[in-house]
């Protein structure tokens, strides 16, 4: 058996302690940033789910290569966007209705 139902006994298998530890970072880092260092709420939510993802980490969420998994690391991107960060409610509002 390759995998196990839960994410963070994956990774803990696969690389280790340093390999949970980086993941934590991964999520957490991008999080920090979302929710104190924003201007807009929709970013707020975006960490806010980051958040609630890492406790699923925990509970039953399997890394799979998949379409949630890519958009997952877009919500970290867009998180680290610095120029996202800094839009307005109104502005992301024309931002996504530009697209």
């Not at 963070?8 to 934590?24: E, R």
């Not at 980490?57 to 877009?74: A, Q, S």
């Amino acid at each position: 058996r390759f995998a196990t139902e839960v994410a963070f006994l994956n990774s803990y298998l696969k690389s280790g302690i340093i390999g949970v530890i980086l993941d934590m970072l991964i999520v957490f880092i991008p999080a920090y940033f979302a929710i104190n260092r924003s201007n807009n709420n929709f970013s707020k939510m975006l960490g806010m789910y980051l958040i609630f993802h890492w406790l699923l980490y925990f509970l039953e969420v399997p890394r799979m290569l998949d379409i949630y998994y890519f958009f997952f690391y877009l919500i970290i991107g867009l998180c680290l966007t610095k120029s996202f960060r800094e839009l307005t409610d109104t502005e992301v509002k024309y931002f996504f209705q530009s697209i």
